[in-house]
Nanobody, 127 residues
Framework: QLQLVESGGGLVQPGGSLRLSCAAS????????IGWFRQAPGKEREGVSC????????KNADSVKGRFTISRDNAQNTVYLQMNSLNPEDTALYYC????????????????????WGQGTQVTVSS
């Protein structure tokens, strides 16, 4: 059974950092693109970052470029989202999701392309 479990969220002050983890079980990352999404209260779900199944090619939303970094550890079957220079606008519930396929390209433009989702981890940026 394919499962994704996020962790690492919490309360952080503006300018601080967090590293989110997305642990996968029931499948190997080699055959799935992984995306990070977030949703704040009253706002639409937003694609944040993704990493391709082949080549580990990454793509970030303009809102997080230069601040967030997605990476993958195939040995641990885990994807990470390193978030630096956090600001209150980054406050949201963060989800990771998996899209089956073997590609050198990834995109979070169509969230419904991702068939498996974790339960989310809350990130709150506040002083």
């Amino acid at each position: 059974q394919l499962q994704l479990v996020e962790s690492g969220g919490g309360l952080v002050q503006p300018g601080g950092s967090l590293r989110l983890s997305c642990a996968a079980s029931g499948f190997t990352l080699d055959y799935y693109d992984i995306g990070w999404f977030r949703q704040a209260p009253g706002k639409e779900r937003e694609g944040v970052s993704c990493i391709s199944s082949r080549g580990g090619i990454t793509k970030n939303a303009d809102s997080v470029k230069g601040r967030f970094t997605i990476s993958r550890d195939n040995a641990q079957n885990t994807v990470y989202l390193q978030m630096n220079s956090l600001n209150p606008e980054d406050t949201a519930l963060y989800y990771c999701a998996a899209k089956a396929g073997r590609s050198y390209y990834c995109s979070t433009y169509v969230p419904t392309d991702f068939g498996s989702w974790g339960q989310g981890t809350q990130v709150t940026v506040s002083s």
